[in-house]
Structure formats: structure tokens, C-alpha cells
């Protein structure tokens, strides 16, 4: 199934592409092929856009307690929302949550720890790249800075210890800052390279110690 059939609204300035559908088909099998059944998921899917992943993955698994979604534009809210009811059912809408807010605001509840976070998030650096035109295009595709580094702290500090982090991105452009962040981090976590189409990877963050 493509995003095309899928019919998902979209904006016309930024259509995603395959890769989502990917990322939620490899999260829903990871959870049923590793987690025991009946294991309840609590979502979230980072850097959200419109709700593919996220919606996706809730729609292949049975057990979901609850799914966030978490986007730096609030222009994806109307996207997100026409989405959820298209695609979601009256018990599974009730269990979603669309956050408009970057990494640094978002405070749902401190006391909230996700075992599944999915994201496809931007996979260039706007330092080594260059910037279109369009600046809502290019906070899709571009990490700012710091950006990256403040992606992978909020998946360290917003995973609970029995659950599983995965996220989309081309290794050239982040696998040394994934190197320099877990030599600074504990011992207790590790992200590897799970599994790869085309220039995109799939990369796995997970706790150690559990």
C-alpha cells in the first residue's frame, strides 16, 4: 500500500514520501515480534507533520493505551486532525494527542515515559545542505544546529527502560553526532543501525539495563 492509496491529506508545500510508511510498518512488527502479547503501547510519534507514522503503527497494533503527536508547526494540527478521523476509529481517536511544540516546551505530564517512539524526523543538517525557499519546507528537512543532539537527548530522557526508539535518517549525515552522544551518555543505552533502504537507515535507541 502506498501513501498515494492511502489518500493521507497532506500539505502542498511538503509530501512525505514511502520512508513513513516503512518506519510504521517496521515499528508494528518490532513490538509484536519482541514485546509479549497484551503489552500496552504508550506513543509518541516525534516530529509528527500530518500523523502518518504514527497513525499507521496505531492501525496494525491491538493494545495501544495511548499515542501523542508531536510537531514543531502548528499548521499540521488541521492535517493531523482530518487524518485521525479518516483513518482512526472512535475508541482509537479518543486515545490520541496532537502537541504543537519543539523538543524543549513539550510537558504532557512529567511523569509519562513512551515504550514506542517513532519519528521521521528532518535528515539534513542546514549547515551542509542548502535551504530552499520555502522556510516551512525547510523546518521539514533540516535540523538547526544543535538541532539533532536536542532530538536524541529527548528520546534518551522521554523512553522508558522497557521500550524501543526508532527513527529514520541518512547515516552521513548523523552517525557521527549519534557517536559523540552516546559518549556521553551513560552506559545504559544504545542505538544501532537496524536496517537500511536506500540512503535512509533505521536506526533502534534502546535502554541496556532493564
Known sequence: MSLNNLKYCQPEFYKFSEDSLFLA???SKLIKDSFP???SIKGLDLCSGCGVVGIETMRQ???VSFFHFLELQSLFKDFFQKNA???LDNDQRSKVEFYNSDFDSFLPNPNIK?????SNPPYFKR???RLGLDERRNLCRFFTGTGFTNFLNFIYG???KLGVALFLGRGSEIEGEIEI????TPNDFEIIKHKSIGLTSLFMGRFLDK
Not at 513512551?114 to 517513532?118: D, E, G, P, V
Not at 552522544?181 to 556521553?184: G, I, N
Open 37 to 39: 502479547k497484551g503489552f
Open 127 to 129: 549547515e551542509n545542505n
Open 181 to 184: 552522544f552516546l559518549k556521553k
Open 158 to 160: 522521554s523512553l522508558d
Open 25 to 27: 510498518n517496521e515499528s
Open 85 to 87: 478521523l479518516f483513518f
Open 114 to 118: 513512551y515504550n514506542l517512539i517513532t
Open 61 to 63: 497494533l491491538e493494545d
